[in-house]
């Protein structure tokens, strides 16, 4: 017997960026449970039942009807054999359980959605321990329900050293049903109020709906792409460069892309898209695969008088960060937390001025794989940079809409990219300000009426809606890649604007609060 219940928007966020992901562990935590000496296998298998039974989050199996994501909340008895009874590593002993790669461990890749959503395997080390290692998905535990199940294992290797024996049940199957069925109601019934108030309070904001089949129509057709040339010199020293400054080829590329907006658009808070997984070390690539799937939005400021050592850490920063919550900027931007995966698909693509790929390869012989990515179509209206990498050289590709053109003529573009690029793996605490100057900075607005002017026609242009004196987009938290879009648009038209860190832009926890107070102050008395 089975319950099925809706996921709750947290969930289905966690889910959808599994499906996004190029990497078959995207999403999935994985925890290896010291259990310590003198223990068999068949005493770790008892620890496992009666450690698992305690959790029942760890009895849900996920279900994809039509883009439509529900959970099915399976009593104990309908769990995996393999999960119920973990089966030993084979092989001889591991010397150190806590580094092993995942995939060593469990080499059949997970599928929340397939019939083993979670996993378990028992490891013995040289010196004797028995490990549990477990391997579940976000939206199945949390880091919080994690650190739980690490101090229910203490409790429970306790009682098999002085209690052995069958596996008593510490919690009524059917009450640990109802009981985790009943809360994740309850968090639905909050989660649709929330969705409703903020579906509204941006249907006002927008003043108009824009259907799938409209956003998806065949744009025009992309300019470029232009390319530039790294020799396998350039690309030996940036490899060096990342392991010496403790930096991915995605950390490099972005940093550069960061310097060389700062040096066309001053105070500039730029939002690059970059891919969801970013596990590019050396041999490595996320695009090994044959997908560019750009995803994340990750905005960095640039201090001022800041090296690129400093620029370079900044990236790292929020690059961990988007790891560490990696789906939380896609929840934060209120407009795409009711639709569909396959409308989020494509509307999280159209965020961006930049987005930017990069491509390790192993060998020369895939090298033009990144060229042909960049020449069919770039993944969104702006401006698309293809870095690839290869032993024998690489290229630097960057294609754009005719709408959108690039701030300068694309070749100039991407020979001071490339310049950036050699200037970062030669010497990174060099200044951004002491990079070769670009255009001249835009003149100060010192009249408020005319910034005023400005600002509520970049709103119009940008959003589409009307704006005035009276009706302010950010009152209410605001959108922070269309604050980022709107910044870079008043930039280009000459007016100095700050905008502060997508991760501090405020978002109100009741829009429908916000919506009423907004519509009583409109209402004549």
Excluded at 68 to 95: F, K, T, Y
Excluded at 127 to 138: D, E
Excluded at 159 to 184: M, R
Aim: glycine share 6%.
């Amino acid at each position: 017997m089975s319950t099925r219940v809706p996921c709750t928007p947290y969930q289905w966020m966690q889910l959808l960026g599994t499906r996004l992901s190029a990497d078959p562990y995207s999403g999935f935590l994985g925890r290896a449970l010291d259990l310590g000496p003198g223990l068999s296998v068949a005493d770790g298998r008892l620890i496992a039942e009666r450690l698992l039974r305690r959790h029942a989050a760890l009895r849900v199996r996920f279900l994809d009807e039509e883009g439509h994501i529900a959970q099915d909340v399976r009593p104990w008895s309908a769990l995996p054999a393999g999960l119920s009874a973990p089966d030993p590593l084979p092989g001889p002993p591991v010397a150190a359980v806590p580094g092993l790669p995942l995939q060593s461990v469990f080499p059949e890749p997970p599928d929340p959605f397939g019939d083993h959503p979670a996993q378990a395997r028992l490891v013995t080390d040289t010196a004797g321990h028995l490990w549990l290692c477990l391997l579940v998905h976000h939206a199945q535990v949390d880091a919080h329900s994690m650190g739980r199940l690490v101090a229910s294992a203490a409790e429970e290797v306790a009682a098999v050293a002085t209690t052995p024996g069958p596996a008593p049940v510490s919690v009524a199957e059917s009450t640990a049903t109802e009981a985790y069925t009943t809360a994740v109601r309850a968090l639905n019934a909050r989660s649709a109020e929330d969705c409703a108030g903020a579906a509204e309070y941006w249907r006002e904001q927008y003043g108009h709906h824009t259907r799938f089949a409209d956003m998806s129509a065949p744009g025009p057709a992309p300019r470029g792409p232009a390319r530039a040339a790294l020799s396998a010199d350039d690309v030996r020293a940036l490899m060096d460069a990342g392991r010496r400054l403790n930096a991915t080829p995605t950390m490099l590329a972005h940093t550069a892309l960061v310097a060389l907006a700062h040096r066309h658009l001053p105070d500039a808070v730029v939002p690059v898209g970059v891919p969801m997984s970013l596990r590019d070390l050396d041999g490595v690539g996320f695009d090994d695969v044959g997908l560019c799937i750009n995803v994340l939005p990750a905005v960095v400021p640039v201090p001022e008088g800041a090296s690129l050592t400093a620029l370079l850490a900044a990236v790292r920063r929020k690059i961990v960060e988007l790891q560490e919550f990696k789906y939380l900027p896609l929840w934060r931007t209120i407009e795409l937390s009711g639709l569909r995966r396959s409308d989020l698909a494509h509307r999280q693509t159209t965020m961006f001025a930049v987005t930017l790929a990069v491509h390790i390869r192993r060998t020369d012989a895939v090298s033009e794989t990144a060229a042909t990515l960049v020449s069919e179509a770039p993944p969104v209206p702006g401006m698309h940079l293809d870095v690839s990498l290869a032993p024998g050289g690489g290229t630097v590709a960057l294609a754009w809409r005719p709408d959108s053109p690039p701030l300068r003529p694309p070749d100039e573009l991407l020979a001071e990219y490339v310049a950036v690029l050699r200037q970062l793996a030669a010497d990174a605490t060099a200044p951004v300000a002491a990079l070769p100057a670009g255009p001249g900075a835009p003149p100060d607005f010192a009249d408020r009426e005319t910034v005023l002017a400005a600002v509520l026609a970049g709103v119009e242009e940008v959003t589409g809606a009307p704006a005035d004196a009276e009706r302010s987009f950010f009152d209410a938290g605001g959108n922070s890649m269309t604050v980022a879009r709107l910044a870079a648009l008043l930039r280009r038209k000459g007016l100095r604007l700050k905008v502060r860190d997508i991760f501090e832009q405020p978002v109100p926890e009741d829009l429908s609060a916000v919506l009423a107070e907004r519509h009583a102050a409109r209402t004549p008395a």
